[in-house]
T-cell receptor, first 115, second 114 residues
Framework: AQSVTQPDIHITVSEGASLELRCNYS??????LFWYVQSPGQGLQLLLK??????LVQGIKGFEAEFKRSQSSFNLRKPSVHWSDAAEYFC?????????????FGKGTKLSVIP | DTGVSQDPRHKITKRGQNVTFRCDPI?????LYWYRQTLGQGPEFLTY????????KSRLLSDRFSAERPKGSFSTLEIQRTEQGDSAMYLC????????????FGPGTRLLVL
């Protein structure tokens, strides 16, 4: 079964600093990969996704992520964090070609931003 | 495009009561998903519909849970004889089969069982 690991439960950065959130997945083939963001008490908003092609994908709000097949990773980055980025971030994978459409999520990384 | 909507946003109930949640997907989306999210965890898949057919169910979906999508549009999730362990956020998502399986989520229904 596929699994997603987000090794950092909580990260604190200063406003204006760069950010990298880690995500590793376990799956035999290349899955579809997603990053979602969740503000307190809210649903999930899609930041970006990777299906195929260019391994560096751009998303909304200035976020980007890089797929590295050799490391089974899909890390999320932002060059300069804004206070409004404080939220919880979830990495998710979708198993391709198996007739199953469920997403498997990591446990999330909570981001705090120091003004 | 109004997005995925869920109703109610919050529900407080007593143990043993039945509750029903509603999800309205993005209008042209033919796939609809239910997930459950407990505190400190990522969402966990419960069930999936393509049009009105329920095609996949997680083992998390005990026999106290039932989901329907009678006309292939909105969906309901009912929990019978609620237990305190059912307290969670219930998230609905929808997708269009041709969109590369990008799921768009609603705001969720927060359930508290006393």
């Amino acid at each position: 079964a596929q699994s997603v690991t987000q090794p950092d439960i909580h990260i604190t950065v200063s406003e204006g600093a760069s950010l990298e959130l880690r995500c590793n997945y376990s799956y035999g083939a290349t899955p579809y990969l997603f990053w979602y963001v969740q503000s307190p008490g809210q649903g999930l908003q899609l930041l970006l996704k990777y299906f195929s092609g260019d391994t560096l994908v751009q998303g909304i709000k200035g976020f980007e992520a890089e797929f590295k097949r050799s490391q089974s990773s899909f890390n999320l980055r932002k060059p300069s964090v804004h206070w409004s980025d404080a939220a919880e971030y979830f990495c998710a994978v979708h198993r391709t070609g198996a007739g199953s459409y469920q997403l498997t999520f990591g446990k999330g990384t909570k981001l705090s931003v120091i003004p | 495009d109004t997005g995925v909507s869920q109703d109610p946003r919050h529900k407080i109930t007593k143990r043993g009561q039945n509750v029903t949640f509603r999800c309205d997907p993005i209008s042209e989306h033919n796939r609809l998903y239910w997930y459950r999210q407990t505190l400190g965890q990522g969402p966990e898949f419960l069930t999936y519909f393509q049009n009105e057919a329920q095609l996949e169910k997680s083992r998390l979906l005990s026999d106290r849970f039932s989901a329907e999508r009678p006309k292939g549009s909105f969906s309901t999730l009912e929990i019978q004889r609620t237990e305190q362990g059912d307290s969670a956020m219930y998230l609905c998502a929808s997708s269009l089969a041709t969109s590369g399986e990008t799921q768009y989520f609603g705001p969720g229904t927060r359930l508290l069982v006393l």
